[in-house]
């Protein structure tokens, strides 16, 4: 095979059995600038190729041996030649020809005899369409190599971002668990704090009120008998005495003795009824606080409703501009129920506000404030099955929002304005009723029909919980 010395414009093999031919191209590329080597047949050039890195064949069909369509289909089975452009070689003018060449890989053909202008304007073609095609292939694996690294890339990130959302979800989950229980320590706190005072000030109150309520209640039946013993002893000196001094009897008109002897047992039944009112009072405010029952007692859950009911009584009671509200109480036949009683009264309490609160509300509305409203409070307690009891506490008041109802347990939420609720009573009730007696504290309304909070507690607490919670407060 020779080479020629020119600039190098391309590789170009020729494959010709005919050295005429070889000749006429090698001489037409050589002064266009090509670089050109040369075969005699197919086997030759099959071998050559494997070491002259040609960037085009021009390949002649009608040769010796291996004639040039089968050496084509090889050039084209071989991963290592199967890119370089082939053109045709012939003297043939048969479509059909043509068409198998094409079909085996070939760019184009080349007739004999040969035109310099075609055959330099094909070879330039094609090896700008060869160049053109190595690139894209250059660029199409430069971008796919691309596209892996950004899938590549884009993986890592989507696996970042993961790690970093689920980061993100289990520290906004811990700081979620965390406000939770600093609200619930919150809660805890200004209760206890709030009941240490109100503790203080009942045991203050009762003792302070209890001595001399004793006193007098003590000294009343002293009095009526001493009362009747003067009664009697003035009854007699009229009978045994017809002519009383003047000044006796001038003075006994004056204060109307008989008006006097009638009405002072009335006095002193009513005194001795307003003395057993007032220890009824005091004694109700212990039931209530049950201050000396910091841990589980039997208790009947009747008298805190009662002590309870007793201690808001003055709320109850009807205004000159607005009826009293009614109390229908439905009381069923309950067996004494182990409980903490002075917490459980403080959720009577808190339900029992809140209710006289709605009622209150709706009364005050100009449409409604109208004598066919009666406001009125129900209080329901049955023995739910063989373990349970369930205390039902409704009214007829304006109802709460469905959008607030999900709320309502939630500490520090209040749908009063500022300075009149604290949001802490229901939040205290609700951990009351579910973490210190493991019962059930849930709530139905309807806007327009009234609230009921239902109650549902075991006869007998199983376990200490972590926490005692104490308040009195409303929502």
């Known amino acids: 095979m020779m080479f020629s010395e020119t600039s190098h414009n391309g590789a170009i093999l020729i494959v010709d059995d005919n050295p005429t031919n070889l000749e006429v191209l090698s001489h037409t590329l050589n002064a266009a600038g090509f670089e050109v080597g040369v075969?005699?047949?197919?086997?030759?050039?099959?071998e050559q190729i494997e070491y002259y890195d040609a960037d085009l064949i021009i390949l002649d069909v009608m040769m010796p041996g291996i004639d040039g369509f089968e050496t084509c289909k090889r050039l084209k089975a071989n991963p290592a030649t199967s890119e370089i452009p082939v053109i045709f070689a012939t003297a043939l003018?048969?479509?059909?020809?043509?068409?198998?060449?094409?079909?085996?890989?070939?760019?184009?053909?080349?007739?004999?005899?040969?035109?310099?202008?075609?055959?330099?304007?094909?070879?330039?073609?094609?090896?700008?369409?060869?160049?053109?095609?190595?690139?894209?292939?250059?660029?199409?694996?430069?971008?796919?190599?691309?596209v892996e690294q950004r899938r590549v890339a884009e993986g890592l990130l989507k696996q970042l971002n993961d790690e970093l959302e689920q980061r993100?979800?289990?520290?906004?989950?811990?700081?979620?668990?965390?406000?939770?229980?600093?609200?619930?320590?919150?809660?805890?706190?200004?209760?206890?704090?709030?009941?240490?005072s109100l503790g203080r000030l009942v045991a203050g109150i009762a003792h302070e009120i209890n001595n001399p309520v004793n006193f007098i209640y003590g000294n009343l039946t002293y009095a009526n008998e001493y009362n009747e013993e003067l009664l009697t002893l003035i009854k007699l000196c009229q009978t045994n005495f017809t002519n009383l001094p003047s000044e006796i009897q001038y003075y006994l008109q004056e204060i109307d003795f008989e008006y006097l002897q009638e009405d002072l047992p009335k006095l002193l039944s009513s005194m001795k009824i307003g003395a057993e009112r007032?220890?009824?009072?005091?004694?109700?405010?212990?039931?209530?606080?049950?201050?000396?029952?910091?841990?589980?007692?039997?208790?009947n859950i009747h008298e805190g409703i009662e002590s309870t009911l007793l201690i808001l009584q003055e709320q109850l009671k009807g205004r000159a501009s607005k009826s009293g509200i009614q109390v229908i109480k439905e009381y069923g036949e309950l067996p004494p129920i182990e409980c903490y009683a002075g917490q459980l009264n403080q959720v009577f309490?808190?339900?029992?506000?809140?209710?006289?609160?709605?009622?209150?509300?709706?009364?005050?509305?100009?449409?409604?404030?109208?004598?066919?409203?009666?406001?009125?409070?129900?209080?329901?307690?049955?023995?739910?099955?063989?373990?349970?009891?369930?205390?039902k506490i409704a009214d007829n008041g304006p109802g709460i929002p469905v959008d607030v109802q999900s709320k309502i347990f939630d500490p520090f939420f209040?749908?009063?304005?500022?300075?009149?609720?604290?949001?802490?009573?229901?939040?205290?009730?609700?951990?009351?009723i579910v973490e210190k007696h493991q019962g059930q504290l849930s709530c139905y309304s309807e806007i327009g029909k009234g609230t009921e909070f239902i109650i549902n507690l075991p006869f007998k607490v199983q376990s200490e919980p972590k926490f005692q919670v104490l308040a009195q407060s409303s929502v």
């Not at 075969?39 to 099959?46: H, I, Y």
């Not at 289990?170 to 320590?185: C, D, H, P, V, W």
């Not at 129900?378 to 099955?385: P, R």
């Not at 009063?416 to 009351?432: D, N, P, R, W, Y």
């Open 349 to 391: 309490m808190n339900l029992l506000a809140n209710a006289i609160d709605a009622i209150e509300e709706k009364n005050s509305l100009p449409l409604l404030g109208n004598k066919e409203y009666k406001p009125t409070i129900w209080i329901c307690t049955e023995i739910s099955n063989e373990d349970w009891v369930t205390i």
């Open 278 to 299: 007032i220890s009824e009072i005091v004694q109700s405010l212990r039931n209530f606080s049950r201050l000396d029952e910091a841990l589980k007692k039997t208790v």
């Open 93 to 146: 003018s048969d479509p059909d020809n043509k068409v198998t060449g094409l079909s085996l890989g070939a760019v184009d053909y080349i007739t004999k005899p040969f035109q310099h202008e075609e055959v330099l304007a094909r070879v330039q073609i094609h090896l700008k369409l060869s160049r053109l095609d190595k690139n894209l292939k250059e660029q199409n694996s430069l971008l796919q190599q691309e």
């Open 414 to 432: 209040t749908t009063k304005a500022v300075g009149e609720g604290t949001g802490l009573g229901l939040s205290i009730s609700h951990q009351i």
């Open 168 to 196: 993100v979800h289990n520290r906004t989950f811990e700081l979620s668990q965390a406000l939770q229980e600093l609200e619930k320590t919150q809660v805890q706190l200004i209760h206890n704090e709030k009941m240490s």
């Open 39 to 46: 075969a005699l047949d197919g086997e030759t050039a099959l």
